[in-house]
């Protein structure tokens, strides 16, 4: 039967769902993996996630439609893109076919805890991968574990569709040619310390600046950024230290194929923040949380929006990329797996 939360106030929370997927590496192959009710992992004191950090994860969404389907949106970039980390990381990549199937899996076991259609929770699915093989020198395992658990979630910026305040970082998340565009568990514990000190001073995240020159925007924490100029067209910051958000493509496929706008990929000079109209943070948990302000060591960069509402673009953007993972519009060929 359907849990019965207080859908609206959940919070960016884990709460233990009842299955989840498990496989682990060993001699060279992964096995075939089940569901399990046990969210315990047991380690070697000596596991190489433990000393060198070898863990990456990832994050993606199942919704429920208003015809009552449940839905995944793009799990298929999710498998792609932990394929590709697992191989910067020298763990052994999990087939993508086997990673759509164990999350489509995942959702099926916890169908309970998908949130119902409207109440701005949706169910975050995380699959997540780690060295649990024995290193003491420094060198990949031979052995791994990939997870998949499934949490029912609310937004992960507070205030929801609220505008927010972020600061630009005087720490970097990335180096130049390190490990900026794969989904690390390390490029999260780099972060820490500037989110926690951001938190503190009264903003909702950090914003990134290229760490070779710091004159041009990278993205938040756990999030790209995208701008809207004053002539209404979406400006994607590029760079190869940021990660390939989902969200971020899906949002660029949507402003040119369904709101017609122009989109341009490019580097962006913070020097030319204060000139555009509009700008948001794109994620997964995120969604898309238009910004109010940039704080640049305690000069304020503010949106024509302002802290109350999002600007019109970045609204239309919302609206219509929740409109097509919630199935109210067509979606593009492929960007829907349904499950029910
Ligand atoms: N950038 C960072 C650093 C993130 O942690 C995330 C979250 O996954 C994103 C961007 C957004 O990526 P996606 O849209 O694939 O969730
Ligand atoms: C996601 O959006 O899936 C992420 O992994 C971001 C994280 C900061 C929660």
Excluded at 14 to 26: A, F, G, Q
Excluded at 142 to 147: G, H, W
């Amino acid at each position: 039967m359907a849990k019965d939360l207080d859908w609206g106030n959940i919070g960016f929370e884990y709460r233990k769902t009842d299955k989840r997927y498990v496989s682990n590496y060993k001699d060279g192959k992964w096995d075939d993996g089940v569901l399990t009710t046990d969210n315990k992992v047991i380690i070697s004191e000596d596991a190489g996630v433990l000393h060198y950090a070898q863990e990456c994860f990832e994050g993606l969404k199942a919704y429920t439609t208003k015809e009552g389907h449940i839905v995944i949106f793009r799990p298929d970039l999710n498998a792609e893109r932990m394929y590709n980390t697992a191989k910067r990381l020298e763990m052994p990549s999990f087939p993508k076919d086997r990673f759509v199937e164990a999350v489509k899996q995942v959702v099926e076991a916890n169908i309970d805890w998908v949130p119902p259609y409207g109440s701005g929770a949706t169910l975050y699915i995380r699959p997540v991968m780690f060295a649990t093989g024995e290193v003491i020198g420094v060198k990949p395992a031979d052995e791994y574990q990939f997870r998949i658990f499934a949490t029912p979630v609310g937004p992960y910026y507070k205030g929801g569709a609220k505008p927010i305040a972020i600061k630009i970082s005087d720490f970097d998340r990335a180096a130049p040619r390190g490990t900026g565009h794969i989904k690390a568990g390390l490029n999260y514990a780099m972060s820490l310390h500037a989110n926690v000190t951001a938190h503190a001073e009264g903003f909702a995240e950090n914003l990134y600046l290229d760490p070779a020159t710091r004159t041009k925007v990278e993205e938040a924490g756990g999030a790209n950024i995208i701008f809207v100029d004053k002539d209404g067209n979406l400006v994607i910051p590029k760079s190869d230290s940021i990660l390939p958000s989902v969200t971020r493509r899906s949002i660029a496929y949507v402003a040119q194929h369904y709101l017609h706008l122009k989109v341009t990929e490019r580097e962006v000079l913070f020097s030319e923040v204060p000139h555009f109209a509009e700008a948001g943070l794109c994620g997964t948990a995120a969604v898309i949380s238009p910004i109010g302000l940039i704080n640049d060591h305690g000069k304020e960069i503010t949106f024509s929006n302002g802290m109350e509402k999002a600007g019109p673009v970045i609204s239309k953007l919302y609206q219509t990329l929740t409109d097509i993972q919630m199935g109210n519009i067509e979606a593009p060929e492929g960007w829907i797996y349904r499950i029910k």
